[in-house]
């Protein structure tokens, strides 16, 4: 599996951001696809992760500025950041986690910065 992101960049304090991820290879048994992020100096967080069912989670500190959208027949998965604020700056990671017969896999993208300035 393969995840291929896009869209970061720097912005100002209010402004938008979407970041997009496709995925190829052995796609089958997806569970969810999302996107979770690593602040400087801090530890890798969830932003927000979908299911095949369209099942939506997302992490309290972004639940009205941000929505995740998946195209399940493309296998791609977006994030419009709306309202961004100079702690949402990171490295964003795109995810896809899939079942195995042993249990789940988690598969990550490059990261893509994401820069806010105030």
């Known amino acids: 599996v393969q995840l291929q992101a896009s869209g970061g960049g720097l912005v100002q304090a209010g402004g938008s951001l979407r970041l997009s991820c496709a995925a190829s290879?052995?796609?089958?048994?997806?569970?969810?696809m999302g996107w979770y992020r690593q602040p400087p100096g801090k530890q890798r967080e969830l932003v927000a992760t979908?299911?095949?069912?369209?099942?939506?989670n997302y992490a309290d500190s972004v639940k009205g500025r941000f929505t995740i959208a998946r195209d399940n027949v493309k296998n791609a998965v977006t994030l419009q950041m709306n309202s961004l604020r100079p702690e949402d700056t990171a490295v964003y990671y795109c995810n896809l986690n899939r079942g195995t017969p042993w249990g789940t896999t988690n598969y990550w993208g490059p990261g893509t910065l994401v820069t806010v300035s105030s």
């Open positions: 979908v299911t095949s069912g369209g099942r939506i």
């Open positions: 290879g052995r796609l089958f048994s997806i569970n969810t």
